[in-house]
């Protein structure tokens, strides 16, 4: 019997888990079924990082493990089948910040908990978040930001926000180095994440999914 | 008879070297005041790390990005490239907030060098980032993941033929050739067409232009410690080591790559750090003898609570690191670790070392708890949140402060200090930090 992908996923097996893939796409299965158990296992990673028995090598290389999986499923996707998404979450590093792997794991962990990431990148200045609030329709909005220059940004991006009339239309939580509910406060941010577990927490718990 | 250096026990180097650093041999001191303050300063500090006697109070240090820049009117951008306004600034700092120690100018670094050799590794003001902030760095695989063999065969060799001409978009040139493998008489013409090649003669122009830029600003550096120490205040830092776990995670192989290696290529991650770190070593080594602060900060990044498991932990970054800790404390030098994020579940690990020979200066650690498990061994300090300072009172400040002097200070050890560099902070929230502790920090004996 075919060994268990979800399984040997979760577990970190990437050999051993790229190979179950080949056999699968080879015997025609359908690749959105093998994502959806790749998607799955990368959930318990997250899981289990969350309990404290991963940590986060384990996050980034399951992330890894999964693209190499993503990169193999793709080209037998047949055109028009989509995933059906959770919701939309615009993330971005502050305005001044260049710092991104914080920002990329949370992305990664918010996408495979079946949400629609939009991801705007780093040094994002205040308007960008709020031109893509109006164009997307997203109601909630992750502002990350490593160095203490991002308490200011963060701030300045929460105004903007404000200011164009769309402050009860999201939720905002902030998350990185510094970053605590003090910092919370002062940026009039809706809540603070102390890593990306927690961001995914936050959102499904403020739109489900 | 004074005991030859070859001689000494690491105990005896300790005592030599922080002797002669408090003694501030060839200091022209502004004042007879100057002269005294700094050497109480000294003393204290001294105290505080070696653990044999109580200071007269708790010690308090301060590290800075460029928080004085913008606090002297400044942008980072002017203080990378005008040497004099760093001077002014980085000077202000510490004269009027008088902690007991500084760091050095040498943070902004020589704004015109990066730009002689285009590096990479960085963006600075007017490079990547607005003027108003500072450089923050760009990780990247500035060593693939199959060069491993390459760096362990000939680290020299990987710096200068590869790594480098990475890092310094000037330096391209000097990708895969090398004078020679042999070299005998005959032929020996052939070995230097290289060196006729207009690429490669502009990348010598280049690096000429950075070593006269490197010697003004060298100068510069001198010229500001002298004048800091002149006005009672010793120097706490200098010839930077690093853990090889962050070495070749920070600028190596990046946060990503390093921990697809600890999976992918254990054995070759590991054999890579034995190699690194009596290179780590050798080069702290060097830059204390050239400054005479036998202190050297350690900062310390991708162990910290959450990076990695303790098992990896144990395994990847504590050995090679012992190593490193080892060889800067057999020399006589107290390696500074700075050690950024939490370190919660490391402190058992790290309390392994000789008793007063290292400081942890810890940012997001339970204080209680590293008192508990590292008091009786080294001497700790840190923790105060630049975000406090950046957006907190003076009276928030003062009560963290009295708090951290309440569960750490007893019984010595202890350095009053911010947990990662300030960048952003309320002026009347360092005075508050600095002025507390002179006040409530006060040993009785």
Not at chain 1, 52 to 65: A, C, K, M, Q
Not at chain 2, 58 to 63: L, M
Request: proline share 5%; with cysteine; aromatic share 10%.
């Amino acid at each position: 019997m075919a060994k268990d992908l979800v399984k040997t996923l979760a577990d970190l097996k990437e050999k051993e888990a790229l190979k179950i893939v080949e056999d699968r796409l080879r015997g025609g299965e359908d690749p959105l079924k093998i994502l959806d158990d790749a998607r799955r296992a990368v959930e318990i990673v997250g899981k289990r990082f969350a309990d404290g028995e991963y940590f986060i090598p384990e996050l980034v290389y399951s992330g890894e493990i999964l693209k190499a999986i993503t990169d193999m499923a793709k080209p037998k996707i047949a055109k028009g089948a989509e995933v059906k998404r959770a919701g939309k979450v615009i993330i971005g590093t502050v305005a001044g910040d260049i710092h991104d792997i914080g920002k990329d794991i949370v992305v990664f962990m918010l996408d495979v908990n079946g949400f629609e990431v939009l991801d705007l990148g780093i040094d994002v200045p205040a308007q960008k978040f709020v031109d893509k609030i109006k164009e997307s329709g997203a109601p909630i909005v992750g502002l990350s930001g490593f160095l203490t220059l991002a308490f200011d940004s963060m701030k300045e991006t929460v105004e903007a926000i404000k200011s164009a009339g769309l402050r009860d239309k999201v939720k905002v939580m902030i998350g990185g180095g510094q970053i605590d509910d003090q910092v919370k406060v002062y940026a009039g941010a809706d809540a603070y994440g102390k890593d990306a577990m927690a961001a995914v927490t936050l959102a499904k718990g403020w739109i489900g999914g | 008879m004074e005991k030859k250096w070859e001689e000494m026990s690491s105990d005896e180097r300790q005592e030599a070297n922080l002797q002669k650093w408090v003694s501030a041999e060839g200091v022209k001191f502004v004042s007879p005041q100057a002269e005294k303050a700094y050497k109480e300063r000294a003393t204290r500090l001294k105290d505080a790390i070696q653990m044999k006697k109580l200071p007269d109070r708790v010690p308090v240090f301060t590290t800075y990005g460029f928080f004085p820049a913008v606090y002297a009117g400044f942008t980072p951008q002017e203080v990378m490239y005008d040497y004099d306004k760093c001077n002014i600034a980085w000077k202000k700092y510490v004269l009027d907030f008088a902690p007991d120690a500084h760091v050095g100018a040498v943070v902004p670094g020589p704004g015109k060098l990066f730009d002689i050799l285009d590096y990479k590794l960085y963006s600075w003001p007017g490079h990547g980032v607005a003027p108003k902030y500072g450089y923050q760095c760009i990780e990247g695989e500035y060593m693939k993941a199959d060069e491993y063999d390459a760096f362990i065969e000939d680290p020299s060799n990987f710096y200068s033929n590869i790594y480098l001409p990475r890092i310094f978009g000037a330096l391209q040139a000097f990708t895969a050739f090398h004078i020679a493998d042999v070299l005998e008489m005959y032929g020996a013409g052939f070995n230097f067409i290289p060196f006729g090649l207009p690429p490669v003669q502009a990348a010598y122009k280049a690096l000429f232009e950075a070593g006269a830029e490197a010697l003004k600003w060298v100068g510069f550096i001198g010229a500001h410690a002298a004048e800091i120490a002149a006005n009672g205040f010793p120097a706490f830092w200098d010839g930077p080591a690093k853990a090889p776990y962050d070495m070749i995670g920070d600028t190596l192989r990046g946060t990503k790559g390093i921990m697809m290696d600890m999976y992918r290529q254990p054995d070759k991650l590991l054999k890579a750090m034995e190699v690194m770190a009596p290179l780590v070593v050798k080069n702290a080594v060097a830059g204390v003898k050239a400054s005479g602060v036998p202190i050297v900060p350690v900062v310390m990044h991708k162990g910290a609570d959450g990076f990695l498991s303790d098992e990896q932990y144990k395994k990847f970054y504590w050995p090679t690191f012992r190593k490193v800790l080892m060889g800067l404390i057999a020399e006589g030098i107290v390696p500074y670790g700075f050690v950024e994020g939490g370190y919660n579940s490391r402190l058992e690990i790290i309390r392994d070392l000789p008793k007063g020979k290292v400081i942890w200066f810890l940012d997001r650690t339970d204080m209680a708890k590293a008192k508990k498990i590292l008091g009786n061994v080294a001497c700790i300090g840190g923790n105060v949140p630049p975000g406090l300072l950046a957006i907190g009172t003076p009276q928030q400040v003062k009560d963290y402060v009295k708090k951290l002097i309440d569960t750490c200070a007893k019984d010595g050890g202890y350095i009053v200090g911010n947990g990662t560099v300030i960048e952003e902070a309320k002026p009347e929230n360092i005075h508050a930090m600095i002025d507390f502790t002179k006040e409530y920090g006060v040993y009785k004996k």
